[in-house]
């Protein structure tokens, strides 16, 4: 049985409805991700978790308890804030042993579990320290060693990393991940950066518009989208709509016929740029065009091309000139092939279109 | 040729730039010396008249000083001390009513989701908007129907009614000013929205709340109109006696009591000016 189980959570305020029944199961010693861009719903999930915001239907269980109308101080779910919210009136030892101090544990006792999470986040010697004298990165820890002292059923952090320079996000990241693995807690995070989700959660879970898109392990997001939207926010940014008649563009997929509208999405890592050649009848994707624009990005170039009325990105440890004409070409394995038919009443496709 | 030339005009111009600069200077120092006069000149003429024991009309300076007023004002059986001690021991009431008022008020109105909240907020200026004389008034005219004229009690509840502007406008930029996810954080780990209140919230309200304490404290130890309609003259309070001093022409009690009501304005200025911060102050009526 899942350790938190969030069964058809709908949240809202007022006549608009935020979360549209989201169902996540979390067992005991995971950790989730929540992806999604900016308004999706993913920090409004986390404050429904909490108890900050009300549900408007659903349940939320813990440990097969249902929490879903509790307060938020009996939750025993702890958040690591965004801007991390310690209290600057108190010193780092006093943050951290807020909590215990709360649950009404004897000081000594309560002193040692500070000094012992101090050590675990790597800021011994600090516990007499201001907080408002700390960096980022050490609040960071400081926050995460609060909510971490009450032993808590469920962890969440919401953006935990997007208030720190790109060189210590890194580093924090691992060391968030290390010690997920080490004390095993339970946890959910909320990030916007798909490599941060990747790289930190057992389990991925995109968000779109109040609803869980997707929900599978790292690699099954990345190389099987299932929708467009998620195809896209993981990276594959190149969109085409392949229709038969466009003469510039050859598809062979093997298992499937090519008669129908498909939209297609691929990244632009994937995408190989070749001399132009006219007829090619190799499986896979096979495009023309000419190169508008080219960026250097260290490993290789991104060239800029167009192919009649659609503009694509492809990399190239090569420079292609401007105004050349080239083939791009895109193996199967690669492509992600979505038949319009059925996903066309997703909203996030239509404004994909658009944009 | 051209050398002497070029010599002459230097000279000229330089003569010019310290004409220009001499003339801005002298402008500048008559200026501050007016400012400082209009300001300063008052001041003097009072910090003179607490060291006179006698000045007659024609003369510019007294014609005899000493210390002859300030004895009898420190007299332990003076009206001076005595007035003192009432004029503090209701300003500290007003202050505690105040703020037993505000700090929950204030709290509440610091809530965008409080409904009626500019109301409220409004509510708490009118008594600010309407003539003074008008309103103090027709509370004495209430106070003496519930027999509060002419008491302690009356005397703090008009401060109060006075004083509550100030506090509750800066306590609900003091509460608006926190971080509501400091409380957030607070009940995440356990504690209920009281002690939260009592740890996390009013620590952060702390130096906007004495901020807004010694307002009322520095405006009740200076209210005249309202102590003089509700409290007199069984009450009375510094500003009463220093009217009736200068009534009945006795400069140098007024100007001693008025040097003793200085000090604790400029004093507490001095802390307020420490306690709010510009964050608090952006805050003020939103």
Avoid at chain 1, 111 to 130: A, P, T, Y
Avoid at chain 1, 219 to 231: C, G
Avoid at chain 2, 21 to 44: C, E, H, K, V
Avoid at chain 2, 63 to 70: D, E
Wanted: hydrophobic letters at 45%; one cysteine or more; a neutral charge.
């Amino acid at each position: 049985m899942a350790h938190l189980d969030i069964r058809q959570l709908q949240v809202g305020y007022g006549d608009k409805t935020i979360l549209h029944g989201i169902n996540l199961q979390v067992q005991k010693g995971e950790m989730i991700a929540l992806l999604g861009p900016s308004g999706c719903g993913k920090t409004t999930l986390l404050n429904a978790i909490c108890g900050f915001v009300p549900t408007q239907s659903g349940e939320v269980h813990i440990a097969g308890h249902e929490i879903t109308q509790l307060p938020a101080e009996r939750r025993n779910i702890t958040m690591v804030f965004q801007s991390y919210a310690l209290w600057p009136h108190m010193s780092v030892a006093q943050n951290i042993s807020y909590g215990l101090k709360v649950r009404k544990i004897p000081k000594a006792q309560a002193h040692k579990r500070v000094l012992d999470l101090l050590s675990i986040v790597n800021l011994e010697g600090f516990e007499n320290e201001k907080v408002t004298n700390l960096s980022g990165g050490q609040r960071q820890r400081v926050a995460l060693a609060r909510a971490l002292a009450v032993e808590p059923d469920v962890l969440v952090l919401d953006e935990p990393l997007s208030n720190l320079d790109a060189k210590v996000r890194l580093s924090v990241r691992h060391e968030l991940k290390a010690l997920q693995k080490k004390l095993g807690f339970t946890s959910l995070i909320v990030t916007h950066d798909q490599e941060e989700a990747l790289v930190m959660a057992d389990r991925v879970a995109v968000l779109n518009q109040g609803r869980i898109e997707q929900l599978g392990t790292p690699e099954d997001i990345y190389q099987q989208p299932e929708t467009p939207f998620v195809a896209d926010f993981m990276g594959a940014d190149n969109c085409i709509i392949y229709k038969t008649s466009e003469p510039n563009v050859q598809l062979h997929l093997p298992n499937r016929s090519t008669a129908q509208t498909f939209a297609l999405y691929f990244r632009s890592s994937a995408t190989q740029v070749q001399a132009f050649s006219n007829s090619k009848n190799e499986a896979g994707l096979t495009l023309s065009g000419l190169v508008e624009q080219t960026a250097f990005l260290g490993q290789q170039y991104r060239h800029t091309v167009r192919s009649g009325e659609q503009v694509l990105q492809a990399d190239s440890r090569e420079c292609w000139p401007i105004a050349s004409q080239v083939s791009l070409f895109v193996p199967p394995q690669a492509l992600h092939v979505f038949d319009l038919a059925t996903h066309e009443t997703s909203n996030a496709f239509q404004s994909n279109l658009r944009g | 040729m051209s050398q002497t030339m070029t010599t002459q005009h230097r000279g000229f111009r330089s003569l010019k730039a310290r004409f220009t600069l001499r003339w801005s200077f002298w402008a500048q120092t008559a200026f501050i010396t007016l400012l400082a006069l209009a300001l300063f000149g008052p001041i003097a003429n009072l910090l003179i008249w607490t060291i006179a024991e006698t000045w007659y009309f024609p003369h510019t300076l007294p014609n005899q000083w000493g210390l002859k007023y300030w004895q009898q004002v420190f007299n332990p059986y003076s009206d001076v001390s005595g007035s003192l001690m009432t004029s503090i021991i209701i300003a500290l009431c007003a202050v505690v009513v105040c703020l037993l008022v505000s700090i929950p008020a204030g709290y509440a109105l610091s809530k965008h989701t409080m409904p009626w909240r500019v109301g409220f907020m409004l509510l708490f200026l009118i008594p600010q908007a309407f003539p003074n004389l008008t309103v103090y008034i027709n509370i004495a005219r209430i106070f003496y129907d519930w027999g509060l004229n002419g008491t302690l009690l009356g005397v703090v509840l008009v401060h109060s009614v006075h004083g509550l502007m100030y506090s509750v406008w800066i306590s609900v930029a003091a509460f608006s000013s926190i971080d509501p996810m400091l409380s957030r954080a607070s009940r995440n780990l356990g504690a209920g929205p009281i002690y939260t209140f009592i740890h996390v919230v009013l620590p952060q309200a702390a130096p906007g709340l004495i901020a807004a304490s010694i307002f009322v404290f520095l405006e009740s130890l200076d209210e005249f109109t309202g102590t003089f309609f509700v409290g007199a003259p069984e009450v009375t309070t510094l500003p009463l006696l220093l009217y009736t001093a200068s009534m009945e022409g006795n400069y140098q009690i007024s100007s001693i009591t008025a040097l003793i009501l200085l000090i604790p304005s400029i004093g507490f200025m001095l802390i307020i000016n420490k306690f709010m911060r510009p964050e608090m102050l952006s805050k003020l009526g939103k």
